[in-house]
């Protein structure tokens, strides 16, 4: 699959941001795409991508990494990031963040998820790496480690990198904070060569938050020239909880704050007191983080995850604030404790709140200075699994980065992922017979569409625009719904000559109990014969009432089997519920259902 640069206009249009259009893949048809792909999941159900990062070479060319299976990916352009080349894979890795140090590559990170500390070196620009085989080659040091692609630092002849580790038997998100060190001279593969520190655990007293965790943290010369570890705070709220936070980070807002552990100048000590000024107010605390320090401004940048939308009440782990990583912005500091927000690098639906399963997000930015620009690779998802399973890894640039302006930011890429709709369920003028619904639809290329109800559900007129579907088997079990047919679904089929591309379902819901009920989504392309599940989540009805309310939109452009349906193959889209109890459970299909996409010849 190759991009294609759309017209100049249009890259104007949007600044620093180039825009593509993916031809020869129906999944990604027709759609605008910002930045440049360096990697993508050949199955974005399957195959994720995550820890990028890049560097420059001495030679001016860029070489980017990845997460891959059992390994690290490396990648490269020598046109200044306007083509990439895969280049090999580092068959031991994870967490892998790139650097450079003396005009060598280096790859640091873990030996696997929550494994020992390990160092690669390639001394041909990342064709070939050395092997961590044992503490003589790049085995640093040995346990359950932590780690993302974080700053490595020089700082008074040593060079400096953060980690965590996991002290319990098995690997958790229990996360002691520490830094490791070198002298910038000694032989870095060599165990010998490294100190670390103690660890530290965040206290749960310490913040009133479900569990209030730190973990990616970033080494940081200070404006007094001591070094600190910089961390990302997550401060999610649990039941029972004042949304204010309490304790020595009382006045900042939750989801902003950092924590700041100080480090002593021989690496061998970190502290934390969990003091008022060792809490940062920092916007994209929650997310992972890279801060850099640029002499020219005299200032520290980074490149976070905004959270545009706070909801103070809900305690839910499906809708928490901090799944807003649509909004990639630029912040810049002058002394580590007040951020300005300086510029929209991308961003889709800002102002918006986001579930788990929302399935667009630029995330673990990783970049580097190169003059007078910013050079930035994100882990993407567009129209991926899941906005945190990315299925890409995409080049971005910010041009001028110091002297650039919020008000110049790319325009949201919200509307450049909305469809028209194919077909609509209008409740307020359908026409609504015994357990089945009929459709409108204005497409040409739509033979036959109809809603109806499995056997274990009663679809009745509900009046005022809404369907009433009763239970008559309820029960609080998601297999037992599926085996009773305790669903509703949409059958349609194109006519002859026409062919089907789904883009997304859009419905309103109501329910008339204050009980939980979850909703179940599968897709058959094939009559019915076989089904899929849509994503791997069961999705929560949010606080709604009979009136009904809009239920999170579910994006298809990401599934190849929803694209190019020809006439012969009938699509149904089917809908389970459960939860509640065993005795009753009624709800309402409210004003519309819409399935939306492109119908094409």
């Not at 005009?103 to 990342?126: N, R, W």
């Not at 040593?158 to 098995?170: C, G, H, L, M, T």
């Not at 037992?480 to 047919?485: D, L, P, R, S, V």
Request: glycine residues 8%; charged residues 25%; positive net charge.
């Amino acid at each position: 699959m190759k991009p294609i640069m759309m017209a100049n206009s249009l890259a104007r249009t949007f600044f620093s941001l180039t825009f593509f259009l993916f031809v020869g893949a129906p999944s990604f048809s027709q759609v605008k795409f910002p930045g440049i792909v360096v990697a993508e999941s050949k199955d974005t159900f399957k195959d994720k991508i995550y820890s990028p990062s890049i560097v420059i070479l001495p030679d001016g060319s860029y070489v980017a990494s990845q997460d891959m299976p059992k390994g690290i990916g490396i990648h490269k352009s020598t046109d200044k990031g306007l083509t990439w080349k895969f280049v090999t894979k580092i068959d031991i890795g994870h967490w892998g963040g790139l650097f450079v140090h003396k005009g060598i590559l280096y790859a640091m990170g873990t030996s696997k998820s929550f494994g020992d500390v390990i160092i690669h070196k390639s001394t041909d620009g990342g064709k070939t790496w050395t092997e961590s085989l044992d503490e003589d080659s790049g085995v640093l040091f040995k346990g359950k480690y932590h780690t993302a692609p974080v700053p490595v630092v020089v700082h008074n002849g040593r060079i400096w990198r953060a980690y965590e580790e996991v002290v319990v038997d098995e690997p958790s998100r229990d996360f002691h904070a520490l830094v490791i060190s070198a002298p910038v001279d000694a032989d870095l593969l060599k165990a010998s060569s490294w100190t670390r520190s103690n660890s530290i655990r965040f206290e749960e007293k310490w913040l009133n938050a479900k569990r209030p965790n730190w973990l990616e943290g970033n080494i940081v010369v200070a404006p007094n020239g001591k070094l600190v570890d910089f961390m990302r705070l997550e401060t999610w709220l649990g039941k029972g909880q004042k949304y204010e936070l309490e304790g020595s980070a009382v006045g900042k807002p939750r989801h902003e704050v950092a924590a700041v552990i100080s480090v002593s100048d021989d690496g061998k000590k970190v502290t934390f007191e969990n003091k008022p000024e060792e809490y940062v107010l920092f916007p994209g605390a929650e997310t992972k983080f890279t801060i850099r320090y640029d002499s020219l401004s005299q200032g520290y940048w980074t490149a976070v995850n905004k959270i545009t939308y706070f909801d103070k009440t809900s305690t839910e782990t499906y809708n928490g604030n901090w799944h807003q990583r649509n909004v990639l912005a630029l912040y810049s500091s002058k002394d580590l404790k007040h951020w300005e927000e300086k510029y929209h690098i991308v961003k889709w639906n800002a102002g918006t709140p986001l579930n788990t399963w929302d399935v667009f997000g630029f995330q673990y930015a990783d970049w580097q200075f190169e003059g007078n620009d910013i050079i930035l690779v994100s882990r993407t998802s567009w129209y991926g699994s899941r906005y945190h399973d990315a299925n890409m890894m995409t080049f971005h640039r910010i041009k001028d980065f110091r002297n650039v302006k919020l008000s110049d930011s790319p325009a949201d890429l919200y509307p450049f992922t909305v469809t028209k709709d194919i077909l609509t369920f209008d409740i307020k003028k359908a026409e609504i017979t015994e357990n089945e619904v009929k459709a409108s639809w204005t497409e040409k290329g739509i033979s036959s569409a109809i809603l109806k109800a499995g056997k274990s559900v009663q679809l009745k007129d509900g009046g005022e625009g809404s369907i009433l579907l009763n239970a008559l088997r309820p029960t609080k079990v998601k297999t037992n719904a599926i085996n009773n047919e305790q669903f509703i679904e949409v059958e349609l089929a194109p006519a002859d000559g026409y062919k089907l591309n789904i883009a997304s379902i859009d419905l309103k819901l109501g329910k008339n109990l204050n009980e939980t009920v979850k909703t179940k989504w599968h897709f058959s392309v094939n009559g019915g014969k076989t089904f899929k599940e849509i994503t791997n989540y069961d999705f929560p009805l949010g606080v709604i009432d009979q009136k009904g309310t809009p239920q999170s939109k579910l994006y298809l452009s990401g599934y190849k089997e929803l694209q190019n349906i020809n006439a012969n193959e009938k699509l149904i889209f089917r809908m389970y519920f459960f939860g509640y109890n065993n005795k009753e459970m009624q709800f309402s299909l409210n004003e519309y259902l819409k399935i939306c996409g492109t119908v094409t010849k």
